[in-house]
């Protein structure tokens, strides 16, 4: 097991390694996709998996989530159902969340 003492130089030698390695699942992820050719089952597999990825991140937010992270995921649908662009929702939601937990 690696153990880095938590000094200055442990903390920015672990910054760095999380650095690299965010960049090596970026850059490998292009990388291997570089090789697939894009058809219509390709595109339509890689547009299903970014909707399952926010699923799996909204689900459990729902489901164990406080009443503020409740309405803010409410209002964020509701945002994208009427105006159909997602920073706009997200940000509402994000103020929905603040506002909710500030005055409750």
């Given at each position: 097991m690696l153990t880095l003492e938590t000094t200055a130089t442990g903390t920015l030698l672990l910054i760095?390694?999380?650095?690299?390695?965010?960049?090596?699942?970026?850059?490998?992820?292009?990388?291997?996709?570089?090789?697939?050719?894009?058809?219509?089952?390709?595109?339509?597999?890689i547009n299903g998996m970014s909707g399952s990825v926010l699923i799996?991140?909204?689900?459990?937010?729902?489901?164990?989530?406080?009443?503020?992270?409740?309405?803010a995921l409410l209002v964020t649908c509701i945002m994208m159902f009427v105006i159909k662009k997602p920073l706009p929702a997200i940000t509402a939601g994000i103020a929905t969340a603040a506002l909710w937990r500030f005055f409750f």
């Open positions: 760095v390694i999380m650095g690299l390695v965010t960049l090596l699942t970026r850059v490998g992820g292009v990388l291997i996709m570089s090789f697939v050719p894009i058809n219509q089952r390709v595109e339509g597999f799996a991140i909204l689900v459990p937010m729902a489901w164990q989530g406080d009443t503020g992270a409740r309405m």
